[in-house]
């Protein structure tokens, strides 16, 4: 009978290895085939041990379909590092087996991709963070090309795409304000930065300059302040009220562009004061010498008199004495 037999059927190693070639391909019909060909030409001892050698090398490759089938559903629910776990468990007992290297390729690439893409992501985060929201769209994009169907990187998207369009609008009303600063319409700026929400995100930048143009408010007020007070301080200074003057700008900022027009007001308030004191004690001395009865003791301060004061009643009182 064992002249029945095909040749690659007469040792058990030649049909074990057929077998294992059938069970790789999943292929039971052809399993059974074998056993059905050989099996009438094989004594019972033989034909007992082959039986046993097929179930068992079934029942290991039940176990390790069984392993490589739960590397193929981790595929599926996105656990590559457990995939290639089981598929490289699978090949370390059946190394031809080619569903677990082809699912160890595939496994790598969706890890690699998954770690470009968590790696994005990060990025991602951090440019939507600092408010750089073009940075984010850019790498939201760039993710969506590699994973097309990431529910969260598409809800990323749409929150900085909405930010950066919040935004754009925002850098215009700025920039809206910022030309009105730059013509000196302070008020007008104002108005249109105080136009930026509290919770937006220009709020900051709105609020600086907000505090910048009511500075340049404040500073133009008080330049005009202090150009009235020069004018003021200066009509004083010609109607000879000198202590006036001094009231009005004695105090004037050290840092006013009229600081100059200051000092030369201060300084002939000063010198006009000075004046009407040394009037008043010539006047004093005119006196006591006339009351002496020396007019011509008087006469030379007089002189000094009509030099500084031309107008002073003294001067006609001097001339009833009949003074030389």
Known sequence: MMDSIPEDFRDITRIMSKVDQALLQ??????????????????????????????????????????????SKAIAMGDPDRAITCFQTVLAQIPDHAGSRIGIQTATRIRDLREQVDALL????EARN?????????????????APEDEYVKDLDRDVSTRLKKQRQIMRVLR?????FDEERYEDAILIWENIESNDSG????????????SRIRDRENRLT?????????????????????????DFPENSEYRID???????????????????????????????????????????????????????????????
């Open 226 to 250: 202090e150009k009235n007070r020069i004018t003021e301080a200066q009509r004083a200074l010609d109607g000879g009220r000198y202590q006036t003057v001094i009231d009005l700008i004695g």
């Open 122 to 125: 990060s990025r991602a985060r």
């Open 26 to 71: 999943n292929d039971v019909r052809t399993v059974i085939m074998i056993l059905q060909d050989v099996e009438r030409g094989l004594d019972e001892e033989t034909l007992t041990v082959l039986r046993r050698s097929i179930a068992s090398a079934v029942e290991k490759f039940n176990r390790f379909n069984e392993i490589y089938t739960e590397g």
């Open 203 to 214: 709020e900051g930048s709105a609020m600086e300059r907000i505090e910048r143009a009511r």
């Open 130 to 146: 600092r408010e750089d929201f073009l940075t984010a769209q850019e790498l939201c994009k760039t993710i969506l090309s590699l």
């Open 176 to 180: 809206e304000g910022d030309q009105c």
């Open 262 to 324: 200051a000092e030369l007001c201060l300084r002939k308030a000063r010198d006009g004061i000075e004046g009407e004191r040394t009037i008043r004690d010539l006047e004093t001395q005119i006196r006591s010498q006339l009351e002496k009865g020396d007019p011509t003791g008087a006469k030379q301060l007089i002189d000094m008199l009509i030099q500084l004061n031309p107008q002073s009643p003294l001067i006609d009182e001097f001339k009833k004495h009949g003074a030389p």
